[in-house]
């Protein structure tokens, strides 16, 4: 549920492209957006529990993934910007030192640091591949962004809700409906109408 909502900022960051990169909007990227927007909102579904306090979970992390559609359009834009003379490689290394700053100033904030020692094997082993698979993917996305046009690399970028739905059926064994298989035929008709 939260992967949709945090991809659906291929919307805002086509509109930002618009605004700040001067990227144009035509009919056909207009009815993409419409397709991204539609594949996604299907995808997004309300979780029966039996839980008392659902509510304020349910908005929990509703409102995280919906700040992290926006910090990562804006990411798009301000990488788009920030990158213009500058190798690929070199910006993805300065941007991932800050997030790394970041994110080691919220453990110490949030007093978590004393976790570290009770993190098992079998997650040392997960959350190292899953930080060089965000490392690839982040070398990649640099580069796209400073070869091609924001609202183009954006969307193939946002196909991972794709992937990643197919990858939590099998390795999760999340569920897979009928809402969900048509979301995610809907976001990629809106990704290949975008980049033709």
Avoid at 3 to 31: C, N, R
Avoid at 83 to 108: E, Q
Avoid at 132 to 148: D, F, V
């Amino acid at each position: 549920k939260v992967v949709p909502i945090d991809k659906s900022s291929t919307i805002l960051t086509i509109l930002l492209a618009l605004i700040f990169l001067h990227e144009g909007v035509t009919a056909g990227k207009l009815f993409s957006v419409v397709l991204i927007g539609l594949g996604t909102m299907l995808m997004i579904t309300r979780k029966n529990s039996q839980r008392a306090d659902t509510g304020q979970a349910e908005t929990h992390w509703f409102l995280y993934a919906v700040l992290s559609a926006v910090f990562a359009s804006l990411t798009a834009i301000l990488g788009k910007i920030g990158i213009s003379g500058v190798d690929s490689n070199l910006g993805t290394a300065i941007r991932t030192s800050v997030v790394l700053a970041m994110a080691w100033l919220m453990v110490f904030i949030t007093h978590t640091q004393s976790g570290i020692g009770s993190i098992g094997r079998k997650s040392w082993v997960f959350l190292i591949l899953s930080g060089l698979a965000t490392g690839a993917s982040w070398l990649c996305y640099y580069k796209a962004i400073q070869m091609g046009s924001v609202s183009k690399v954006a969307p193939i970028d946002k196909l991972s809700v794709v992937i990643t739905l197919i990858l939590a059926v099998i390795f999760l064994h999340e569920d897979f409906t009928v809402r969900s298989a048509i979301g995610a035929v809907l976001i990629t008709a809106g990704t290949v109408l975008m980049v033709l």
